[in-house]
């Protein structure tokens, strides 16, 4: 998730009607002034008076737009999450199976990376709001059916089910997950220390993601940085 704030409309460029425009904007200075209310406060301490002073618009004008903070910040982490993925998916793909899973990985720590605290306090508020919940649940199902996808075109994996596919890529996915959390949110020192440097550890989590999904190790030509994680014939 992205750690700038919502940007404010153009209205030079925009054709979006005056009437239209004006509220547009309007929004993006409340969610803008959520983000950064949550990040002093919290998600669950921040109140509506928060955000407004933090937008710089009255409260009234609050409630013309949103009925409450759940469905305003339901809106603002929606849209993190959608920008998210169409970063880390986005650009050429090489076709190796290996790159497939470091490119990504390393796009997605690059995020959390300049999230920093963010995901704290977006973290209560997706446990919170069961849209928010029910919206990342069906994020991550997405995200496992295309690296399961992946996995079935190549015809080599270890699983070779769909069931056993998906399963690998749902661990593949909560693998990469879990530990750019501790690695780079909770800054894990246990974590950093056998991760080594972040591309590094991009790598050791890709290597084991490979595992998960072919059964085996990548080819060792395309590892630069944790060759000792590789299974080296004796």
Known sequence: MSTTAPKAIDAKSSKVPHNDLRREKTRERLKAGAFEAMLRMGFHETKITDITESAGVATGTFYNHYPDKETLVTELIKERMQ??????????HTGDAFDDILIPTRRFFEIIREVGPINRVFLPAIEAIPELREAWQNLNTDLAKRIAAGAARRESGFATTE???????????ELIDAMGMKYFTWQDPAIKYLGGSPDAFAER???LCYRLLYGGDPPSEKIKFAQDLLFLPR
């Open 205 to 207: 989590i890709s290597i």
């Open 83 to 92: 920008a998210d993925m169409d970063r880390v998916y986005s650009g050429p």
């Open 163 to 173: 069931v056993g596919r998906l399963l690998a890529a749902h661990a593949v996915q």
